[in-house]
């Protein structure tokens, strides 16, 4: 080995070592979302003695049948530099435990509370008893407390309080009782409190309700009681803004009304108060809560009216007050919730007519107003709503015929219990309207006559005017043809192909399967595939430029029958001869994967013109998807890491299945579906062409930021080359910038290491992912960690693509889980985070 290389292996050794530190210690810092001035890195450094002693008597008090904690075993040595399970270290202090799911069972030790360093312990999902240890209250860094699904008992110790960092304690579903301890609200970075499912009593602690940044309170399932405190978002500490998003006090005892205050905090998106004995009324002013998205207060004992307020909360999308005693008429203006997906106001006391204006809430899938006074007839408006898999209006006093419509989609139980309604059964037929007993046909009759008869009148006149129009369209195609086929012989006599519009040149005649194009002997070569058109159809058909690359033009073609592909149409001269490119373009034809774009047909030319057809991806590029949107349109992570493992899934297929490199993977050449999916393009492509032009090829790809170092030497692309490229992407997408601008001279891989090396790994990641780091932390600190390795200067320490899927479907196994089962649910991946 020369000393270049050499020197070049010894410089990556030392950038990965001093990454992998980094990362660690950063990943802590990230998962607790907060600011601070903390040391550095602290790997390797022996335990000490405090923190060692302390886990020893932590390791006494767990029974540990799978023997999870075996590593725990040397006198130290190894605690900090990665040898004890779950333990995590910063100058030899412990400042993590984590160890979910590990079907520990017996009692968390109240040593703890000499780990004066910790900041995290996670030990849900286990089978712990006993209290929560009270000696928490003494770890001044305490960030994180996630204890969750296991079955402590006892009471919440109120020392928590002393912790003046904390920001999210978990103790749901345990066996926990008593009170909550006010002092709980005491840390000014309190962020996510969650006590759900225990059986927690006494009343709500004003503190909580004055926490300025408290974003998350859960309370369900507990036997809470009095009244909800009516002091929300009342200041406390000369601080008027207020962070509560998610408020769940339902399955508990609560009485008193529905607190007014809870109309400040304005960033409201869910409450649920469901199950209580809540009576009064609803507040006007909740009509302020213009981000509110859920509203349950079901049963309870509320009265009055729904306030014309409520017409105010448009973002509202689930609204169920079933079981109150609500009276009085449904406001008007229900048109305003167009967002609105489900309103049940089921048992209550609601009088009048049904509203014209929930026809206008277009999305509406579940309406129930059954069990109350609706007197009136059933607005046959309704039946415009499209999207109604769910409806019920019975038990009401309603009148008159249902809609026909209606009662075609939804049965007889829907109506029942209203005993002027007719027309919903055969045993409820409606007696004036048809004038014989004949079945539905008759019904329809005088409808049908009617339209008939308007139908002579105006139509005709619209029907005449029409055809006109097609006529002229025709002519118009015609000429265009003509025009352009002048064009284009105009072009070749000057030797010159440059077009700008379409994919011109008609070629007459057609087949199926393989297809000469009769005067000009053009042929069309179908591969398996959705696309049933012809030479004429494709090369008629009204084409726009998407882009050009170095392969060629790319087009967007919409056929005869609306359906659309993309064609690329290759640069002449750069392809193979006719022979080798036909026999490369039908190996190419086989290849199907859901995430490598597929080539459904070619098309060869009279002149050498060759085209490429593949299905048409209407996201277009990762690149513009990621870099040329508005600023409103966000992306979310979930999104972001489904494109990283269908692109890893792709690569994959064509490394390990077609033996194939891809050789110039970049975000313009990955093409996104309509469920934002992405389908690799451009592979093989290098295979239609001569050596010459693929050379051109690798010199452009680094130009644009994806070629791998080596490929200035080398000049011959690898699987390495493509993991190489495939990090950058990654990069891209974690970080949201484009690695065809350098920053601040550096290419973005460099970026990215010169950021994370001075400790700012925050800075790295596209700002509206961090708006999720307390859940997704852990899973963008895992993947960049995983990016940079694939970017390593050194190919040979960078993983195949195989290791880089696995890798990215263990980050974030929900996304691989749904993937594979082929269902587009990526998106609904598990929210609750699993620290
Ligand atoms: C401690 O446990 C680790 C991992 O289980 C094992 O490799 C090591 O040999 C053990 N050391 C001792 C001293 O038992
Ligand atoms: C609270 O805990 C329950 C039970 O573990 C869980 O279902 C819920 O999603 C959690 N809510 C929040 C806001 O953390
Ligand atoms: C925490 O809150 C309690 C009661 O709210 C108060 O008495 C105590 O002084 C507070 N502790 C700290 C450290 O702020
Ligand atoms: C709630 O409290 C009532 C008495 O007030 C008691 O009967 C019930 O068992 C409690 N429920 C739970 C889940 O602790
Ligand atoms: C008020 O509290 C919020 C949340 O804790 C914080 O972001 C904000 O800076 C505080 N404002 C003032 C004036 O202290
Ligand atoms: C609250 O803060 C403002 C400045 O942010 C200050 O003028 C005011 O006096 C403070 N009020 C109290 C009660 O501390
Ligand atoms: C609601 O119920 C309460 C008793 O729970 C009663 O005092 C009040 O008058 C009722 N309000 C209305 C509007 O019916
Ligand atoms: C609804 O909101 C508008 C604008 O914010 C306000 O003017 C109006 O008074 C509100 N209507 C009700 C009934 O609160
Ligand atoms: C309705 O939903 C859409 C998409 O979920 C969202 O963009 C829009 O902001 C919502 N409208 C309101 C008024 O909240
Ligand atoms: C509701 O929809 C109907 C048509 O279904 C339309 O005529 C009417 O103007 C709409 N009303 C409002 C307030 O949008
Ligand atoms: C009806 O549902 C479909 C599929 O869920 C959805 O795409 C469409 O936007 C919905 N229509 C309306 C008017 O919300
Ligand atoms: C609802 O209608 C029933 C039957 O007509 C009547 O007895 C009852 O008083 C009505 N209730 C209200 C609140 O109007």
């Known amino acids: 080995m020369s000393m270049e290389s050499h020197s070049i292996k010894s410089f990556h050794g030392k950038f990965y070592l001093c990454c992998t530190q980094l990362l660690l210690c950063l990943l802590l810092a990230l998962t607790c979302k907060f600011v601070s001035g903390d040391p550095t890195t602290g790997d390797g450094v022996i335990v000490t003695q405090a923190d060692y002693q302390a886990l020893r008597a932590i390791k006494r008090e767990l029974i540990d ?13 190894g605690a900090c530099s990665g040898g004890w399970a779950g333990i995590k270290c910063v100058k030899g202090q412990v400042i993590a435990i984590q160890l979910p799911w590990k079907g520990l069972r017996g009692r968390v030790s109240e040593k703890i509370g000499q780990l004066q360093a910790l900041r995290k312990i996670s030990l849900h999902d286990n089978l712990l008893v006993g209290p929560v240890p009270w000696s928490l209250g003494f770890l001044p860094n305490l960030r994180g407390v996630y204890l969750f699904n296991n079955r402590l008992s006892g009471s919440i110790p109120p020392s928590i309080g002393n912790c003046p960092v904390l920001q999210t304690l978990d103790l749901s579903n345990n066996a926990l009782t008593g009170k909550i301890p006010p002092s709980l609200a005491n840390s000014t970075r309190f962020f996510r409190l969650n006590l759900s499912y225990n059986s927690l009593s006494g009343s709500i602690p004003v503190s909580l309700t004055r926490s300025p940044s408290l974003t998350f309170l859960a309370l369900q399932h507990n036997n809470l009681s009095g009244s909800i405190p009516d002091t929300w978002g009342v200041p406390s500490r000369n601080n008027s803004s207020y962070q509560l998003q998610f408020l769940a006090l339902d399955n508990n005892l609560f009485s008193g009304s529905i607190p007014v205050s809870l109309s400040k905090l304005v960033l409201l998106q869910e409450i649920s108060l469901s199950n209580n004995k809540i009576v009064g009324t609803i507040p006007d002013d909740l009509g302020k809560l213009s981000k509110l998205q859920k509203l349950d207060l079901s049963n309870n004992a ?32 229900l048109q ?191 591969f398996d595939g959705p696309f049933l058109f012809t030479a004429d159809d494709l090369l008629c058909a009204t084409a726009e ?49 859901p995430n490598l774009l597929a080539l459904r047909a070619y098309y060869l030319g009279p002149k050498g013109e060759k085209l490429l057809v593949f299905d048409y991806m209407s996201n277009g590029s990762l690149a513009s998807f990621l870099h040329a949107r508005g600023p409103e349109t ?124 001075e400790e700012w790994t925050n800075e790295v990641f596209d700002l509206e992912l961090m708006r999720d780091t307390p859940t997704i ?20 320490a960078r993983p195949e693509v195989v290791q880089v899927l696995q890798q990215l479907e263990e980050i974030r196994p929900e996304l691989a889980a749904a993937a594979a089962s082929g269902d587009d649910g990526a998106k609904e991946a598990a929210q609750h985070t699993s620290e």
């Open 634 to 757: 966000v992306i979310d992570w979930p999104t972001r890491m489904n494109v990283a493992i269908g692109v890893s899934r792709g690569l994959n297929y064509l490394h390990t299945q077609e033996n194939m490199i891809h050789g110039n993977l970049t975000s313009s050449n990955i093409l996104l579906d309509e469920q934002t999916s992405p389908h690799i393009s451009d592979f093989g492509l290098s295979r239609l062409m001569t050596a010459a032009a693929n050379t051109n090829v690798i010199a452009t790809a680094g130009t644009l930021g994806y070629r791998a170092p080596e490929l200035s030497k080398l000049k011959n692309a690898n699987t390495k080359t493509d993991v190489y490229s495939l990090g950058v992407i990654i990069l891209e997408l974690l970080t949201g910038k484009s690695p065809g601008e350098p920053t601040n001279g550096m290419d973005l891989p460099q970026w990215v290491a010169s950021i994370v090396k």
């Open 302 to 333: 509320i009265n009055g009216s729904l306030p014309v307020s409520f017409t105010n909360l448009t973002s509202l999308v689930s609204v169920s007050l079933v079981n109150n005693r609500l009276g009085s008429q449904i406001p008007e203006g």
């Open 545 to 593: 430029i998407m882009g050009k690359s170095t392969y060629g033009t790319a087009y967007k073609a919409t056929l005869e029958d609306g359906s659309q592909v993309a064609v690329k149409r290759l640069r002449e001269k750069t392809t193979k001869g006719q022979r080798e490119f036909e026999a490369e373009a039908a190996a190419l034809g086989k290849i199907r994967h």
């Open 65 to 77: 049948l799978r023997g999870v904690l075996r590593s725990w075993n040397d006198s130290g040595l």
């Open 777 to 796: 932390g852990d899973e963008l600190l895992n993947t960049l960690k995983l990016a940079l390795h694939c970017v390593d200067p050194s190919p040979a």
């Open 336 to 526: 305003n919730l167009h967002n609105l997906t489900l309103l049940d106001l089921k048992n209550n006391q609601f009088i009048g007519q049904i509203p014209e204006s929930i026809s206008n809430i277009s999305g509406l899938t579940q309406l129930d107003l059954s069990e109350n006074n609706f007197t009136g007839e059933i607005p046959a408006s309704l039946a415009s709503l499209s999207n109604l898999t769910s409806f019920n209006v019975s038990y009401n006093n309603l009148s008159g015929s249902v809609p026909s419509l209606l009662s075609k989609k939804f049965n007889s139980s829907s109506f029942v219990g209203n005993i002027q309604l007719c027309g919903f059964s055969i045993s409820t037929a409606c007696q004036s309207p048809p004038p014989l007993n004949l079945p539905p046909p008759p019904m329809e009759a005088p409808k049908r006559h009617h339209h008939r008869r308007r139908l002579s009148t105006k139509d005709i006149i619209l029907i005449a005017v029409g055809a006109l129009l097609a006529v002229l369209l025709i002519v118009c195609c015609i000429l265009l043809c003509c025009l352009m086929r002048k064009r284009a012989a105009l072009k070749e006599k000057n030797g010159k192909s440059t077009t700008s519009k379409a994919i011109e040149r008609a070629v007459p005649k057609a087949g199926t399967e393989v297809e000469s194009g009769g005067e000009m002997g053009g042929k069309l070569v179908h």
